[in-house]
Structures are given as structure tokens and as C-alpha cells.
T-cell receptor, first 113, second 113 residues
Framework: DVKVTQSSRYLVKRTGEKVFLECVQD?????MFWYRQDPGLGLRLIYF???????EKGDIPEGYSVSREKKERFSLILESASTNQTSMYLC????????????FGAGTRLSVL | KNQVEQSPQSLIILEGKNCTLQ??????????LRWYKQDTGRGPVSLTI?????NTKSNGRYTATLDADTKQSSLHITASQLSDSASYIC????????????FGAGTRLFVKA
């Protein structure tokens, strides 16, 4: 089974802190994604990566950056956390195939106070 | 504008009953449509995936249909169980050089005994 692991289930941070969300997948997938999920809005893509050291902006990249130094690991970075970044963050991975089925981690619920 | 709209927003049914969830989309050019199940506090898990040429796909008690002409999909759940209580997310991908994936906001299903 594909396993996508997010390092934290719950995080509480203060405004202005630098926050790292880590994601690791064990299926040698080329593609990795970071989403945030807010009530009534569905999942919104923040950034994705299709190869090591490659990254592409999604729909809402402002206030975020990412790092993909190794194929299995994709990190989401909040340089200076703000209260409007309180959300559920979901990581996903997919193979480089035509149907791009994405496998999701359990999510990290981040609260910024 | 690429959009995915789901209805109803939430639904309460009795255990053992059937239900149907709807998804309308305006994504073009269409590549594939997926239904995900997301349990509370967990990441989404893929239930079905359909390409343009497929109009029905089953996964146990879950049956998805696709009408590419009217751009509508439905997810039918037969003989509901308490464990079916979850959010069901419709996801549509557009083939645009790479892939563009649009998530619906989901339908929250409650199955009560």
C-alpha cells in the first residue's frame, strides 16, 4: 500500500513563527502536492513538485514556499505564519502516469494564534 | 472557468438506505473524474476513477456514473453503513499540457442508526 506520512497531526504556532510541515512518501512517486482544506472551499493547491528540486506554484502559493531535496520528501514552509493560514494541510503524491491518482496523507491541522 | 460543484452540501440518511451524491463540472478539456472518501480527521482516499469513455465504475457498494455530454457525475451508495459517514469529494482533471486538477467542496454524509 502507498503510504504518505505527514510528520504532525496537530500543530499550534504563533503569528510570525516559521513553520515547517513535512511529508514523506514511500512509493517512489514523481509528483508531490501540498493542499490546504478549509470548510466550504474544498482542497486548494498551494504548490506541487514533479521532480527533485523542481517546484511549481499552485492556486494559492502566497505566503508559502516548498522544498524537495529528495524524491520521497516534500516540505511546506510558512516563512512567517499568519492567522489566516490556520487550516488543514494535506500532502499527496502520485506516479507520473496519465491518470494522476493522488494518494493523501492524514493531514496536519495547523492553528496559528 | 473550471469549476466542480457538488450537491447536496450535507445529507443525513438511515443505516441501510441508499443515497446518491451529485457532481457537476465545467472542466475542459476533460481528462478524468475521481470520487474520494474523506473520513473525519483523515486524508481523502480514492474510491473510483473514470475517463471520458467510461460511464460507470463500481467499488463495492459505491457506484459512480459519468455523463460526459452533460458534464455530470453521481456517486450512488447502496445499503449504507455507519462507516460510510464521511465527506465525499468529486475531483476533475483537465488535460492542459500538464494536468489541472479541480476539487469540489464535498458532500458531508451522515449515516445514523
Amino acid at each position: 500500500d502507498v503510504k504518505v506520512t505527514q510528520s504532525s497531526r496537530y500543530l499550534v504556532k504563533r503569528t510570525g513563527e516559521k513553520v515547517f510541515l513535512e511529508c514523506v512518501q514511500d512509493m517512489d512517486h514523481e509528483n508531490m502536492f501540498w493542499y490546504r482544506q478549509d470548510p466550504g472551499l474544498g482542497l486548494r493547491l498551494i504548490y506541487f513538485s514533479y521532480d527533485v528540486k523542481m517546484k511549481e506554484k499552485g492556486d494559492i502559493p502566497e505566503g508559502y514556499s516548498v522544498s524537495r531535496e529528495k524524491k520521497e520528501r516534500f516540505s511546506l514552509i510558512l516563512e512567517s505564519a499568519s492567522t489566516n493560514q490556520t487550516s488543514m494541510y494535506l500532502c499527496a503524491s502520485s506516479p507520473a502516469s496519465g491518470l494522476d491518482i493522488q494518494y493523501f496523507g492524514a493531514g496536519t491541522r495547523l492553528s496559528v494564534l | 472557468k473550471n469549476q466542480v460543484e457538488q450537491s447536496p452540501q450535507s445529507l443525513i440518511i438511515l443505516e441501510g438506505k441508499n443515497c446518491t451524491l451529485q457532481c457537476n463540472y465545467t472542466v475542459s478539456p476533460f481528462s478524468n473524474l475521481r470520487w474520494y472518501k474523506q473520513d473525519t480527521g483523515r486524508g481523502p482516499v480514492s474510491l473510483t476513477i473514470m475517463t471520458f469513455s467510461e460511464n460507470t465504475k463500481s467499488n463495492g457498494r459505491y457506484t459512480a456514473t459519468l455523463d460526459a455530454d452533460t458534464k455530470q457525475s453521481s456517486l450512488h451508495i447502496t445499503a449504507s453503513q455507519l462507516s460510510d459517514s464521511a465527506s465525499y469529494i468529486c475531483v476533475v482533471s483537465a488535460r492542459t499540457g500538464g494536468f489541472k486538477t479541480i476539487f469540489g467542496a464535498g458532500t458531508r454524509l451522515f449515516v445514523k442508526a
